[in-house]
């Protein structure tokens, strides 16, 4: 279903964003799993205990509104690409661990520079009296993640008129790991019969997608009008380091030193999992992501010359030059 939102309009002129979509857990990963009554349809893949009572899965939730997600955001002009367009792991692969889960979202958004990142998942609680939508950004984050994230959550409460229980800060990986304003939303609570049985109803998961859709062009019409600005990666700074951080790191220092890159956009935020290439003195190429802290680390030969790093992003130009003395200690 198409949405008319009028702020979207003044984004179109410049292109509205490139949004990754994240349908959270998928194939072995179930999620959080919620019980229903009996006989309830959700227009899911059945799911049901051992005694044959209806259950609730997470993944299936999440995929069915990333689906609808991207039908809303592609009806309105807005590109989007799915991290997962089935019931398995991140690039619609067997799901093998949750690290490699999580690595392939946000490499596929970053590989393919996306300039939003939203992740859809369902709560869970061990009280079944948790109720209520929340939206998470990665602790620290700055105003574009924010901003996102309010807008979101702004629109989902408006639509699904549950319990709101705000924007939080967390160190989810691919909050952590997204070079773009990255922001995962917790629609309701699985483990709350009433967001459960709520949540079952194929209506109320379109507006769920609805309210995501909705936060989405409200923020991007805002990017627009120069309201928020978009980060990119505005410049790199290299600096030695020291034999503790090396060690922390794996790497041994005595085989080389070890150079600390560190990638900021141009409100002077650190940018966290923006992609580096590399090219060291002795002339190989590594490529490496820049953590939470926008810092990535990078193993230097104990040979003179000089080291080049880049972003590695599509239309983005942004190069640093450190020279390395042939001995350093
Ligand atoms: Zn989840």
Redesign the pocket.
Known sequence: MALAIGAASAASALGLPLVAIDP??GGADS??VGSLPPGTVTGLTPRADAAGNPLIF?KDV?LDVGQRLNAILQANGVPTLMTRNTDSAGGDVPYVSEGADLKARTDLANAQAAQLFVSI??NSASSALGTGTETYVFTGTGPASRALALAIQQSVIARLLLTDRGVREANFYVLRNSAMPAVLV?GAFLSNPTDALAVASPDVRQAMAEGIGTGVLNYAGMLGAGVVQQPVPTKISLARSGGAVSRRAGINPSRGDLWVATVIDQSGIPMAGVPLTARLPNGKGVSVSTRGDGKALLAVPRRRGRLNVAVALPGIRVNARGDVPARIR
């Open positions: 959270g857990h999620g959080a997470e999440n998942h369902q917790e």
